[in-house]
């Protein structure tokens, strides 16, 4: 038997498909089980870049020293002042979920914002769309979006090589996985 059960109902993030509407922002305020601290030179354009470009708000603020920002309930970002940022992009990525329709219009606009920032969208094996952007403190950022699931695709094939099976799918293996 696993220890794996299915728990989408925690997430805000909606079922995938092309009509898939993302959630309001969320405002609440919440002990955060994880989130995002990056450094940044300059406070107002990061935090520019972050709420025009990728859809975040700000949630609170220490003038001059830290910024909250927020998109959907657990993507919480603290842009912190600093006196320089690295040169170059490490290779570690963070990731944000949204949904399909978000992705080609996210890409466009970070693209407006900070030309040749943007790699992408490309699908991944994984059945995602992604986009990777690299914001002005030379953070790796992907935003990605899960694809309406085709069973009879090949990433179906490959999620059930990983374990990973469609929701009423009862005669997988996941023990094979655990």
């Not at 030179?41 to 709420?51: C, E, R, T």
């Amino acid at each position: 038997m696993s220890d794996y059960y299915n728990a989408f109902e925690m997430s805000p993030v909606p079922a995938p498909g092309p009509d898939a509407v993302p959630p309001e922002p969320f405002r609440g305020i919440y002990g955060m089980p994880a989130f995002v601290t990056i450094p940044t030179s300059d406070l107002a354009a990061s935090v520019d870049f972050w709420m025009h470009g990728l859809g975040f708000f700000e949630l609170f603020s220490v003038p001059g020293t830290l910024v909250h920002l927020r998109r959907w309930a657990f993507q919480d970002v603290l842009l912190v002042a600093a006196e320089s940022v690295p040169e170059q992009p490490p290779a570690m990525s963070f990731s944000f979920a949204g949904v399909l329709g978000q992705v080609e219009s996210l890409a466009e606009t970070c693209r407006a914002l900070r030309p040749d920032s943007v790699d992408g969208p490309r699908d991944t094996a994984w059945n995602t769309r992604d986009v990777e952007v690299i914001t002005p403190e030379n953070a790796r950022v992907v935003f990605t979006a899960a694809k309406p699931f085709d069973p009879a695709s090949q990433e179906a094939r490959n999620l059930e090589a990983m374990g990973i099976t469609p929701p009423g799918d009862d005669s997988a293996d996941h023990e094979r996985h655990a």
